[in-house]
Structures are given as C-alpha cells and as structure tokens.
C-alpha cells in the first residue's frame, strides 16, 4: 500500500469545534455505517480497528447516531453541566425550542412546571424568538437586496458552508437564529435576569458550538437529557402542575421546527419574498444542493431566500429529540397546533378582526423587544483546516491498485464502503483516513484467494485423508496381529511358566535329595582318606616284609651254609666212626642220620630260600603296586575333594535356585499378567482403530462433498463485472 500524504487535520484557534458527537469504541465494530450516513465522510477515520470522529471537521448533524446499530454513538451536550448548577441552586434562564411541543407531546406545559420546580427562574418560548427572527429577515429582505439569502436556523448547515462551502458564507444570513434572538431579547428587555445563566432546551446537538462561539446561551441541553434526568430522579411529568412560558406569545413561528416553517411566517408579512424562497431539507438533498449553489447563484437561478434544514423531517426528528417511538404525524400534528396551522379557514369578519388585532399586536411586540438589539452574527471560514489532499492521477492509480482495482470494470462504486464511490474511498485512503482493506473488491478479491486457498488445502487434506485412511487399515491390520502375537505370547509364557514352575519344584526336590547327600559324600571323602591312610601303612608293612623276607633268606643262605657244615661234620664222623669200628657204629649211625638231618636241612633250605625268592618277589610286586595304589588314591583323594567341593558348589546353587524360585514364578507370573494386558489394550486399540477408521471414512466423504461444493464455488466465484455480484463485506 501507497503511504499516504499527509492529511490535512489541523485547525487554526479560532476554527475549534466543540465535539457533539462521542465514540464509544467498545461497542464500535468498525461496520462504516457512520461513513456512509455522514454527509461529509472525512470527518470519520476508518482507518483503525475503530472508528474515530475528527470533531473539526464534523458538522454536528447526528446522523451517524441513527444509522449506528451497536449503540456506539452518543451525542454529547451541557446537560451535566446545566443540572448541576441547578441543583446547586444557581438562578438559570431556560429558552425552549419549540420542537419541544412535539418530543413532550401533550405534555409542555407540565415540562414548564417541572423547570420551574427544579429551580429555574425563568422560562422562555424560543417561536418568539423565531418571530424576531423573521422580522429580522424581513429587514434585510428590503428593496436594496439582491441575490440569496440562506436561512440559518440550523447549525448543521452553518458548519457544513464554514467548512466545505466557504464561497456561500456572504449569502448566509448576517442575522442570529431563533434562539439567539430569543436569547438576547431576554438580555435587553429582563435586566432582572441579566446575572442568570441562560440554557436552550433543543433537539439539536449542533447548538453547543452556536453557543459556544456566540457566547449568549450557556448551556445546549437535549430533550433526551431531560429525559434521562427525570428517569434518574424517579420522576414524571404527570407529578407537576402545567405552567405557562414567560414573555410574550408567538404566532405561527411556533411551526419553525416543520419544514417551511419560516417561509410559512415569512409570507405574513413579507408574502412577496416568500413567493421566491424555497424550502430544502434532509443530508441527502441540502447538502449536495449546497454544493451547487453557488454555480446557481452566478447563474442567476437561486432562489431569493433559501430554508434549509439539516434534518428530513425538520427539527421534530432532530438527534435530541424523542421522536423514534412517536408516530411522525403526531408529531407534526402537535406543531401544526401551535402555530395554527390546522384551524379551518377564517369564518366571518369577527375572527378576522381578531387575527388582524393579534398581528398588530405582535407586530408592536416585536418592535419594541428587538429596538436597539444587535441580532447580527458573523462567521468564520474553517475551511483551511477542512481541506482534503487530492491524489494525482499516478498516485490514485496506485491507490486503487492497492485495492486491487486494476481498471474501470473494477470502480463499481458499490459505496459499501460509505462514501458512495471509489474515487471517495482512494481520496480517503490517501489522506489516511481509511485503509484498502476496508474496500469490498479488495475483501472480494481476499475472498478469492482464501477461496483458492481453501480449494487447494480441501484437496491437499482429502488427499491427506485418504492417505490417513489407508495407513489406519495398515495399523488396525498391524494391531490385530499384535493382538493375535499377544495372545500367543501370553500363552506360550503360560505354558512357559507351568514348565518352569515344574522343573522348579523338581530343582527344590533335588536340593532337599542333595542335602541329605551332601554327608554322605563327606563320609565318602574321609572314608577315602582313612583308606588312603590304611594303604600307606599296608604299604609300609609290605616294605617291612620285604625287609624281613630278605633277613630270612639270608637266614637261608646261613642254614644251608650250616647244613653243609653239619653234611661236612657228618661225613667226618662217618669217617672217624669207620675209623673206631664198631664202637663208632652208633656214632656212624648217628653221623648218617646227622648227614640226612643236614641234606634235609639244605633240601629244606634251598626249599624255603626259593620260596622265600617267590614269595619276595610276589611282595616285591605287591609293594610296587601298594605304592602305585597309594598314589594313585591320594590322586583319587584330591579328585574327591574337588568332587566334593564342585558338587557342594552345586547343592548351594540348587539351594540358591530353589530359594529364588519364588522371585522367578512371580516374574513369569508378571510377564504373563503384562502380556494378557497388553493383548487387552491391543484389542482395546484396534477397536478405536477401527471407530476412528470409520470416523475417518465419513470424514473423507464429508472431504469429498466439500472437495466437489469448493469446486463448484469456484466456478461460481468469477469476478463481477460489477456490485451486484458481491456479498455485504462481514455476512
């Protein structure tokens, strides 16, 4: 977006207006119904979240407080101000407009008592001042005048020339309004109430800054604030007894709150100049006729007196007043009524002679209350700080691109936007007083692209879906087999676990087996030690025989040596006995015994010397064995002990197992509950796998339908060639 030129807000001193018009920005919804009632446009900023009033360029006509829907307007009076300082007790001067005849319809003279009531000193009709008014534009409506003169009772439309229409201000009347001229005539002829505040009782929110800048009226209070004021104390009209205005009486200036009303008074006296008025009232018609009055006045086709009136219906629907929930034609009737407008057609020369006497007398009146009072106003050109930048060719061009207007088949000047045409809304966004997004064909073409946008993302996530869908039957497939492999699994440690918790209890069994064993073996192993010491004794006994054997044979070889010494003796005897003859015959006898005693003696010798070589030699190797037997058990005694020790080592660890069975068939146990619990989740899951399948099933339908409506839109969507085919920005 282009960056606006500077705007031209700034207001020289004495071009301030006071603000008729709050801004209540909680309830504001930004809507733009206030731009597009506005009759000016620029005195609203748009370009925020919340609209803002530029109150110096605003002409205080209240329109944006009807067309605002959300209550986000307020108009903004003295009222505080006023009721304050009546309750506290200051003497104030109250001038009613006349419009008040209809907002408290049937009930006026009751309002007058309630005033009187609450304090007030004085209470004035402003139709007399309306007349005074009139006799003023009588004046000047003389044979020296020429060209138009623009009434000003309405305060709107003295703002709006001040402001936008600066070339009008010599046409506009030089004279005050009705109010003021009620207003001063009160100064002039009451100086008993020349210290007293005055405050005008109107409908017109306008009127603050008329008297603010005239400096004659105090106070501008609204007939809704007397309203609400009275609400707040609980009171009604009907409590106060009716009272009737001070002052003198009025006659049918009382219809100046009626369209025509002072063209109506002006034809009584003056019927030539009200010939050649005309009367123009409403924002809809008075503004845009005003922009072209002076083209008619250099033309020579304006009218001689201009009435005009900001509100349609005239002063009884001003944005002060009660008139939303009254009929209009009551409230016409009301003022119809005082001014004498609805009574029938003089009948007969008394009711003439009477009006034509209370004509004279009004006629004196108001000769006499306005001699000597100075009913001239003046007024000031605002429009230095009411002037607008406008955009260069170049730069509205790029304005309108901003708002994607990209040539004439886009300037639908739908005024959807409030100001009734493109070029307005470029002009306003130029003086940054609003922001293209604000532009309908700039939503529209958003629209667009978030329709694009939309398409492409419907088709991206239907695809997405399907994608998703298949992968959930993928999954639900995937859980039933994890439901199924649970189920196996669960049994399977079932079966696990009955194995298990039987080769436990046989574990225990053969721990308990294996205790009663465990002496057993260390029997056996000190049995095997006692036999292993009994072996080397027996091995030791064989070395001793051995020793003894050899000692007996030795002993041999010494009774064979003896027996052939005794063999030797003998044949020595048998000698010497066969040498002594027959005494040696005994003795022969003998030494022949004595030789078998010897030759059996080394029989017997060489006898027991072999057997004692056998038998030696048998415990030779009896001994040899005995050695090798007594190594061979003490190697069998260290393989025992070791046995022992590796089959204690065993008994411990079917201790131990037996003792951790419990934690392992508790284990098993658990593994078994987890497993059985994730089958159940399993099931659990592929049940919600399956709802959300079916859910994602409708979901992929629903993505279909959507899919085929966003196409069709599309096609729908082409741009319009103009505002017809857009919807309202917001519905």
């Not at 008592?113 to 209470?123: C, E, P, T």
């Amino acid at each position: 977006m282009m960056v606006p030129a500077l705007h031209l807000w700034r207001c020289i001193l004495n071009s301030s207006l006071l603000p008729v018009v709050g801004v209540d920005e909680s309830k504001c919804v930004n809507c733009h119904a206030c731009i597009t009632a506005c009759p000016v446009k620029y005195c609203i900023d748009g370009s925020g979240d919340k609209v803002r009033v530029n109150h110096d360029l605003c002409i205080g006509c209240g329109r944006c407080l009807e067309a605002c829907s959300h209550g986000a307007r307020f108009p903004i009076d003295d009222s505080e101000a006023f009721f304050r300082d009546l309750d506290s007790g200051a003497g104030l001067v109250v001038i009613v407009a006349p419009a008040a005849a209809a907002s408290f319809a049937g009930r006026l003279p009751r309002l007058l008592g309630w005033l009187r009531a609450r304090g007030v000193k004085a209470v004035f009709d402003a139709s007399y001042g309306a007349e005074l008014c009139v006799d003023s534009y009588r004046r000047i409506l003389g044979a020296d005048f020429s060209g138009t003169l623009i009434a000003q009772p309405c305060p709107a439309i003295v703002t709006y020339i001040e402001l936008y229409r600066p070339e009008l201000l010599p046409s506009l009347s030089p004279v005050d309004s009705p109010i003021l001229h009620g207003a001063k005539m009160v100064r002039a002829r009451y100086p008993e109430l020349g210290s007293a505040k005055i405050a005008a009782l109107t409908p017109c929110l306008a009127k603050r800054r008329e008297f603010a800048e005239t400096g004659t009226v105090s106070y501008n209070v609204t007939f809704v604030s007397v309203m609400a004021n009275m609400e707040s104390r609980g009171e009604s009209l009907a409590q106060f007894p009716e009272s009737g205005f001070d002052g003198p009486a009025a006659e049918r200036a009382a219809g100046f709150p009626l369209p025509g009303g002072l063209i109506r008074t002006l034809a009584r006296d003056a019927p030539e100049a009200a010939a050649k008025a005309r009367t123009i009232e409403g924002p809809d018609e008075v503004y845009p006729y005003l922009d072209h009055l002076s083209e008619s006045i250099s033309l020579g086709l304006a009218p001689l007196v201009l009435d005009c009136l900001n509100c349609a219906q005239g002063c009884v629907v001003g944005p002060g007043g009660r008139h939303r929930d009254l009929p209009l034609d009551l409230l016409r009737k009301t003022i119809a009524e005082r001014s004498g407008e609805d009574e029938a057609p003089a009948r007969g020369v008394a009711v003439r002679a009477r009006r034509d006497k209370s004509l004279r007398e009004l006629r004196a009146s108001l000769s006499k209350a306005g001699a000597g009072v100075d009913f001239s106003r003046r007024y000031v050109d605002r429009s230095s700080g009411a002037r607008i930048a406008r955009p260069t060719r170049e730069e509205l061009d790029g304005i309108y691109a901003s708002m994607d207007k990209r040539g004439e088949a886009d300037l639908y000047d739908c005024s959807a936007c409030g100001y009734g045409s493109c070029e307005a809304m470029a002009v306003a966004i130029h003086n940054g007083l609003n922001k293209a997004e604000n532009c309908q064909k700039y939503e529209y073409a958003l629209l667009r692209k978030d329709r694009e946008r939309e398409l492409k993302l419907a088709a991206d996530l239907h695809g997405r879906i399907v994608e998703v869908e298949g992968d959930l039957d993928e999954l639900e497939t995937t859980m039933k087999g994890l439901v199924d492999s649970c189920s196996s699994q669960a049994a399977s440690i079932e079966e696990s676990t009955a194995a298990i918790e039987s080769m436990i209890n046989s574990i225990r069994e053969a721990s308990r087996v294996s205790e009663g064993r465990r002496e057993a073996l260390a029997k056996v192993v000190e049995g095997a030690r006692v036999g292993g010491e009994r072996l080397s004794k027996a091995s030791s006994a064989m070395s001793a025989i051995m020793a003894s054997v050899s000692g007996i044979g030795e002993m041999s070889g010494t009774i064979a040596d003896i027996a052939d010494q005794i063999n030797l003796l003998s044949m020595n005897a048998a000698i010497e006995a066969a040498h002594a003859g027959a005494a040696g015959k005994g003795f022969a006898v003998i030494a022949g015994e004595v030789k078998r005693l010897a030759e059996s003696s080394a029989r017997s010798s060489s006898k027991v010397a072999k057997d004692l070589e056998d038998i030696g030699g048998a415990i030779s190797g009896a001994s040899e064995l005995s050695l090798e037997a007594d190594s061979e058990v003490i190697a069998v005694m260290g393989e025992v002990r070791e046995t022992s020790a590796g089959v204690s080592e065993v008994l411990d660890l079917l201790a131990s197992t037996a003792s951790g069975s419990s934690q392992l068939t508790a284990a098993l146990r658990e593994m078994r509950d987890s497993t059985v619990g994730m089958r159940d989740a399993y099931e659990r899951i592929a049940g919600d796998l399956s709802d959300i399948a079916r859910a994602i099933g409708g979901v992929r339908e629903a993505s279909e339908t959507n899919l085929a409506a966003s196409e069709a839109e599309k096609g729908r969507s082409a741009t319009p060639t103009g505002g017809a085919g857009l919807s309202p920005v917001g519905d």
